[in-house]
T-cell receptor, first 116, second 113 residues
Framework: NAGVTQTPKFRVLKTGQSMTLLCAQD?????MYWYRQDPGMGLRLIHY???????AKGEVPDGYNVSRLKKQNFLLGLESAAPSQTSVYFC???????????????FGEGSRLTVL | EDKVVQSPLSLVVHEGDTVTLNCSYE??????LLWYKQEKKAPTFLFML????IEKKSGRLSSILDKKELFSILNITATQTGDSAVYLC?????????????FGQGTILTVHP
């Protein structure tokens, strides 16, 4: 039972470099999310998707782009990395059937990104 | 802007103690409040509280929601070392997409043997 898988788990970048974080879920969930977690600030939503082919901005979207070409995958891109993007990134998924929501997000194990 | 504040930020107890974690919130059009436990890596879901379900219990953990005073508490009785974790509180606004959560800073709980 893989659940939500994130790759890579660790990455070090130089300022200005680009990279993509990949999130894959095997639970057939409609909704997927990217959060970042910084010390003392909890988790903050970057972007999210309510279905294949759709994306929307969260609380802190600047400097990031996302794509959801397939239902099971949600990609987070950094076009030009900045030190302020040093963080732990969590992908999550959830489902909603006929408007019923259990509230449970299933999180991946996180990707630690350092931008020098 | 929705806001969640947790207290205390950290707590150190001994096995067998009872702890109470606090979460106060401000949200436009409240839908639900959620508690998660984060050990080393991924947060895991504990409870969801809504207007129709203001009290939840699972084993030694219980939680209540006070919609009038805008807070929730998470209670852990007879704590064990395995309860050591960061406990996250989050709120969800009505009208927002499901899973679009605003999180608090978290409470770091350390349980010593």
């Amino acid at each position: 039972n893989a659940g939500v898988t994130q790759t890579p788990k660790f990455r070090v970048l130089k300022t200005g470099q680009s990279m993509t974080l990949l999130c894959a879920q095997d639970m057939n969930h409609e909704y997927m999310y990217w959060y970042r977690q910084d010390p003392g600030m909890g988790l903050r939503l970057i972007h999210y998707s309510v279905g294949e082919g759709t994306t929307a901005k969260g609380e802190v979207p600047d400097g990031y782009n996302v794509s959801r070409l397939k239902k099971q995958n949600f990609l987070l891109g950094l076009e030009s990395a900045a030190p302020s993007q040093t963080s732990v990134y969590f992908c999550a998924s959830s489902y909603s059937t006929s408007g019923v929501n259990t509230g449970e997000l299933f999180f991946g194990e996180g990707s630690r990104l350092t931008v020098l | 802007e929705d806001k969640v504040v947790q207290s205390p930020l950290s707590l150190v107890v001994h096995e067998g103690d009872t702890v109470t974690l606090n979460c106060s919130y401000e949200v436009t059009n409240f839908r639900s409040l959620l508690w998660y436990k984060q050990e080393k890596k991924a947060p895991t879901f504990l409870f969801m509280l809504t207007s129709s379900g203001i009290e939840k219990k699972s084993g030694r953990l219980s939680s209540i929601l006070d919609k009038k005073e805008l807070f929730s508490i998470l209670n852990i009785t007879a704590t064990q070392t395995g309860d050591s974790a960061v406990y996250l509180c989050a709120v969800e606004a009505d009208g927002a997409s499901y899973g679009k959560l605003t999180f608090g800073q978290g409470t770091i709980l350390t349980v010593h043997p």
